[in-house]
């Protein structure tokens, strides 16, 4: 269970820098974004520069028609870093233009965590070394009625990039 809960609805959050999530860093709490945008956020540590928009830990996140946009992870998770047995349901969500310096562009599932994505759309997000879009290692993701799109930018690249865990589209 968790410590705490943080709800956040019709907002902005916006320019921020952090070493790690960028956004919010949640660890061990739980999440519930609602009408939200998230964007121009910066993880910038190069030894935890995780999650440029959010980052969880121990933690789960409920997001519903939520905007991630431009946000930066010197590492893993332009967008999204899930890891130590997170959970996370994104639902008509927009996640695009996110950057990694290593995995997952949009989002970087790891750890033993679950991504569900309902109705969303992952469009133009960039990640050195993987998973344009959605990095899963140790991990697994789900996604249901909901759009990829690469810009086609790094050779070699996944747009959905999975080991040693289950990526399963509907």
Same mark, same amino acid.
């Given at each position: 269970s968790s410590l705490f809960s943080i709800i956040i609805q019709d907002s902005t959050l916006a320019?921020?820098? *952090? @070493?790690? =999530? =960028?956004g919010v860093y949640s660890l061990l709490g739980d999440l519930t974004l609602q009408n939200t945008v998230v964007q121009d956020n910066r993880a910038?540590?190069?030894t935890g520069g995780y999650g440029g928009g959010l980052r969880l830990?121990?933690?789960a996140l409920t997001a519903t028609n939520v905007t991630g946009a431009r946000n930066t992870a010197f590492l893993r998770g332009g967008f999204l870093r899930l890891d130590e047995v997170s959970t996370a349901g994104l639902t008509d969500?927009?996640? #695009?233009h996110n950057t990694a310096g290593d995995t997952g562009g949009g989002v970087s599932n790891y750890g033993g965590s679950t991504l +569900?994505?309902? #109705?969303?759309?992952? +469009?133009f997000n960039n990640a050195t070394e993987g998973g344009s879009e959605v990095y899963t290692d140790n991990?697994?993701?789900?996604? +249901?009625?909901?759009?990829? #799109?690469?810009? =086609?930018?790094? *050779? =070699?690249?996944?747009?959905?990039?999975? #080991?040693? @865990?289950?990526?399963?589209?509907?």
């Amino acid at each position: 269970s968790s410590l705490f809960s943080i709800i956040i609805q019709d907002s902005t959050l916006a320019g921020n820098s *952090a @070493g790690t =999530g =960028g956004g919010v860093y949640s660890l061990l709490g739980d999440l519930t974004l609602q009408n939200t945008v998230v964007q121009d956020n910066r993880a910038l540590s190069d030894t935890g520069g995780y999650g440029g928009g959010l980052r969880l830990s121990q933690a789960a996140l409920t997001a519903t028609n939520v905007t991630g946009a431009r946000n930066t992870a010197f590492l893993r998770g332009g967008f999204l870093r899930l890891d130590e047995v997170s959970t996370a349901g994104l639902t008509d969500c927009t996640v #695009e233009h996110n950057t990694a310096g290593d995995t997952g562009g949009g989002v970087s599932n790891y750890g033993g965590s679950t991504l +569900r994505v309902y #109705e969303s759309t992952f +469009r133009f997000n960039n990640a050195t070394e993987g998973g344009s879009e959605v990095y899963t290692d140790n991990a697994d993701c789900y996604a +249901r009625n909901s759009w990829f #799109e690469d810009l =086609g930018s790094n *050779a =070699g690249d996944y747009v959905l990039h999975a #080991e040693q @865990g289950k990526l399963v589209l509907d």
